[in-house]
């Protein structure tokens, strides 16, 4: 079973950036698919991102496209989100997940099944 463990979170104004880590341990993630979910407050956990095992393909949610990049460093075992032009909107807490395929498996939390605990993400207006 693979650990994730998610950092980088915090308050930031709108217009700026963060940069989330997610750091595995326990086996190695280099394999398989990983991707990046929210959850705000009162609303259900939606998709963000997702990339396949090399990197050499992302997908993002409508609502953080081309604001949003995600990418890997295998030999790390660490994925990040980069997060640029920040809204207050994007305030919940992120999680990453790792698939069970080395393809992205949905735009949703269906085929994902190792999560992290979460970061929080804050966007003042």
């Known amino acids: 079973q693979v650990q994730l463990v998610e950092s980088g979170g915090g308050l930031v104004q709108a217009g700026g950036s963060l940069r989330l880590s997610c750091a595995a341990s326990?086996?190695?993630?280099?394999?398989?698919?990983m991707g990046w979910f929210r959850q705000a407050p009162g609303k259900e956990r939606e998709f963000v991102a997702g990339?396949?095992?090399?990197?050499?393909?992302?997908v993002y949610a409508e609502s953080v496209k081309g604001r949003f990049t995600i990418s890997r460093d295998n030999a790390k075992n660490t994925v990040y989100l980069q997060m640029n032009i920040l809204k207050p909107e994007d305030t919940a807490v992120y999680y990453c997940a790792a698939a069970g395929s080395s393809f992205i498996p949905s735009m949703s939390s269906n085929g994902f099944h190792s999560w992290g605990q979460g970061t929080q993400v804050t966007i003042s207006s």
């Open positions: 990339i396949n095992w090399s990197g050499g393909s992302t």
């Open positions: 326990g086996r190695t993630i280099s394999s398989y698919a």
